[in-house]
């Protein structure tokens, strides 16, 4: 069974989305020069991600604050970019 997460873009549309939608929405933020995740668990990430669709994994980046946070995609509840 799929669990159904939020996830938002930049244009402030919310709306439940499933496993496929929430990976095409991290394989779509791995281009962009700066993301925000929101974890399930209340955590605020914010940098560049290397995601791996076929593992359903990532690694978020920011160089800013010299971290490397892994996450997995079932683990999201919103990716801003």
């Known amino acids: 069974m799929t669990g159904r997460v939020i996830l938002s ?3 402030s549309n919310v709306q439940a989305m499933d496993r496929d939608e929430i ?5 779509n933020a791995r281009q962009a020069d700066w993301v925000d995740l929101e974890l399930k668990d209340g955590r605020s990430l914010s940098g560049a991600i290397i995601f791996n669709e076929f593992k359903g994994t990532g690694r978020l980046i920011n160089i800013d ?3 490397s946070v892994d996450f997995r ?3 999201v509840r919103s990716v801003k970019f």
Do not use: G, K, N, R
């Open 23 to 27: 990976f095409d929405l991290l394989m």
């Open 9 to 11: 873009t930049s244009d």
């Open 73 to 75: 995609a079932s683990d």
């Open 65 to 67: 604050d010299e971290i």
